[in-house]
């Protein structure tokens, strides 16, 4: 069993980046309906025995409430920062428990049951760090901390090298593991087009649900047509050379990207 750590930003303040392409609510609602796709996939694991939310944002404790999580308070926690949240949060988790640590953000709407189950053997076969990285193969959308093996929290610019760098002076063992629904999170407009390619194949999908029930997809969609490039294409996951040759790293594991 294994335990799951997941940062909730203010929804209001959620994805600023899309704000040429978004509404203020319609940003929210976005942000809100993948960290339900997120909560879904993990609170119907069977190797997971709890799932914490750490969050001021009253909608983030809605959520936890929907699926059997905890919310835990920033204010409470008295800890500033992302990185000094998470190490707050999961020093307070694992106190009483052995358990290993998963820590992820809540914008993967194309992750899935069988990437915990990656995640999670890949984290036994390992006994360290599984570091799950973003499709450019520099930011950090997950780790998976063995008992013993939590390294320092770096998440931010070039995260997914930090992280490494961070196990390899603990002496913590790391890989990197590649699969599309821990790479593909929503920060930009051409994530976003990415993730809606895909969306349709998704039926049970809360963020589909929002994009395709209603007339925001459709808008999106013209939107986005204006500004990807002519060819209409958007960069993919597959063969990301970021991670290649990161100090610490003992190997890369691929996962299927379709």
């Not at 936890?64 to 707050?88: F, I, P, V």
């Not at 002076?169 to 821990?182: D, E, N, T």
């Not at 390619?197 to 986005?224: F, K, Q, V």
Request: with cysteine; hydrophobic share 45%; net charge negative.
């Amino acid at each position: 069993m294994a335990q799951a750590l997941l940062p909730v930003k203010d929804l209001v303040q959620a994805k600023t980046r899309l704000g040429g392409l978004l509404r203020p609510s319609e940003r929210r609602a976005l942000a809100q309906a993948m960290a339900e796709d997120v909560l879904a996939v993990l609170a119907g694991h069977a190797e997971l025995s709890r799932i914490t939310l750490v969050s001021d944002d009253p909608g983030a404790a809605l959520l936890a409430h929907k699926y059997g999580a905890d919310c835990w308070s920033e204010r409470a926690l008295a800890c500033s920062g992302l990185n000094n949240l998470m190490q707050c949060a999961s020093e307070r988790l694992t106190a009483s428990s052995h358990e290993p640590l998963l820590v992820l953000h809540c914008d993967l709407p194309l992750l899935t049951h069988d990437d915990i189950s990656a995640v999670l053997a890949a984290e036994r076969e390992l006994d360290g760090l599984v570091i799950g990285c973003d499709r450019q193969g520099t930011g950090t959308n997950l780790l998976a901390c063995a008992a013993g093996a939590r390294p320092r929290f770096c998440f931010g610019p070039d995260s997914c090298a930090a992280h490494a760098a961070s196990a390899d002076s603990a002496g913590i063992r790391a890989r990197i593991l590649q699969r599309l629904g821990i790479m593909v999170d929503v920060d930009a407009p051409a994530d976003l087009a990415y993730v809606m390619d895909r969306l349709p194949l998704r039926p049970n999908s809360h963020t589909a649900a929002l994009l395709y029930a209603t007339e925001l997809g459709a808008r999106i969609a013209l939107a986005l047509a204006t500004m990807i490039d002519s060819s209409g294409s958007v960069e993919g996951v597959e063969g990301v050379e970021g991670v290649e040759g990161l100090a610490g790293v003992e190997g890369i594991d691929r996962g299927t990207f379709n």
